[in-house]
């Protein structure tokens, strides 16, 4: 069992940052590979970034790529979202499964989001 928990988000001007944290307890962290997600509202859930296991690999939404940041450490993964963007106004999450690839959207174990609000 993995329980997660996200924080950072907020409210923050057109081509602004955040760095949205979600910290980990439970059993292993390194054994997870690590996933941001995100949904606005009347839309469904979208994948943002993953993050493989040990670190190695990343992977990103088209949308996202050049602006925001997956990494991790021993306790934590993290998502550094620059240029931010009215469209990027969603709830994140963060999920963990054993291995991720850009396609995998079923994570084993998911936290209870944070608001990210863009405005222009």
């Known amino acids: 069992q993995v329980q997660l928990v996200e924080s950072g988000g907020g409210l923050v001007q057109a081509g602004g940052s955040l760095r949205l944290s979600c910290a980990a307890s439970?059993?292993?962290?390194?054994?997870?590979?690590m996933g941001w997600f995100r949904q606005a509202p009347g839309k469904e859930r979208e994948f943002v970034a993953a993050i493989s296991r040990g670190g190695g690999y990343t992977y990103y939404a088209d949308f996202v790529k050049g602006r925001f940041t997956i990494s991790r450490d021993n306790a934590a993964v993290y998502l550094q979202m620059n240029s931010l963007k009215p469209e990027d106004t969603a709830v994140y999450y963060c999920?963990?499964?054993?291995?991720?690839?850009?396609?995998?959207?079923?994570?084993?174990?998911w936290g209870q989001g944070t608001q990210v609000t863009v405005s222009s």
């Open positions: 439970g059993r292993t962290f390194s054994s997870y590979g």
């Open positions: 999920a963990a499964r054993d291995i991720v690839t850009p396609t995998t959207t079923r994570y084993d174990y």
